[in-house]
Every structure is written in C-alpha cells, then in structure tokens.
C-alpha cells in the first residue's frame, strides 16, 4: 500500500423498532445476566472479546473515565457465563439517549464462537433492554467486525438504515 492509499471500511448501521424475535430454545449451561463489572473485569473481558476485532476505543480511554461510565448507570452489560462461571462474552449498552438505545459492544471470546452462543446472548440481551420500551436499539458495524455481524444482528431483527464509507485512518 502506497502512503497515499487509504483503506476504507464499510460502516453499517442498523436499528431495531420492535420487540426482539423470541429465542429459540437453547441447551447448554450458558446464561447471559447484567452484571456491573469493575474496570479491570471490563477491561480484560473487552480485550480477550475485541483484540482479534481490533477494539481499542475503551483500551484508549482514561481509566478515571472508564471508572466513571461504567459507575454511572448509563451502560447496561449483560455477560454470558458458562456453567463454571467463566465470561464467555458480553453484550454492552449505552443508555445516555433514552428513549434510544445503542448496542455499543457485543462479541464473544474467540474460543466460544461458532456454537450459537452469540445468538443466545443477544436474545437475552435484547429481551431485557426491550423491557423499559425503548424507541429503538441501534448499532454500527464495520468490516473489520466479525464477519458475521450484520447476518447475526439481523436474525435477531435488526434491519440496515444506513451504510457509508470511512477512511480507516484514526480508526
């Protein structure tokens, strides 16, 4: 690549403004619950989750910010946890523009991908939020993301409402 050349990601973003499809029955010892993490367990959580998806936007926060946002009540995390309670993922979302709702971070650890476990953990996830009736949950995704995303969040009801390009950089 040139130092003139730019990579440019395909950013999509998607709302929900219905209730949340109902789950399909799951077996398995996971369950998905909102927790209240400390900052080191978020930060951990978040790195073993988002490294492989190049996360960094809370690595590069102050720490006294992150202590603040994750203490003021605005986020709502919801971990899943396998039967021996190891964090298996998290759904994370941002409350401050209520009566709308923005997915804000939601992956698993790269270990528990691939067995429907994501799919278990927004379902849950989404239930809960959808219960204080939002006017819709919103996301952005990206290339970079799993290459799954957009398909997962559509199975779950989402629907796109815009995409655009962003020049990588900064990013």
Request: proline content about 6%; overall charge positive; some cysteine.
């Amino acid at each position: 690549m040139k130092a003139t050349d730019t990579l440019i990601l395909r950013v999509t973003y998607m709302e929900l403004r219905d209730p949340p499809t109902p789950p399909t029955r799951a077996s398995g010892s996971e369950n998905a619950v909102r927790e209240a993490l400390t900052p080191a367990e978020y930060l951990a959580l978040y790195r073993r989750v988002g490294e492989p998806l190049r996360w960094d936007q809370r690595l590069r926060m102050p720490e006294a910010e992150l202590a603040a946002l994750l203490g003021d009540g605005s986020l709502n995390i919801y971990v899943l946890r396998n039967g021996r309670g190891r964090a298996l993922g998290f759904c994370e979302f941002d409350r401050r523009a209520f009566p709308e709702i923005e997915l804000k971070n939601f992956g698993l650890i790269p270990e528990a991908q691939g067995r429907g476990l994501g799919r278990r953990l927004l379902s849950a996830a989404l239930r809960e939020e959808w219960q204080s009736r939002p006017t819709r949950i919103w996301l952005h995704t990206d290339t970079w993301d799993h290459p799954a995303a957009v398909r997962v969040y559509e199975r779950a009801g989402f629907r796109v409402y815009r995409t655009r390009d962003e020049a990588a950089e900064g990013l």
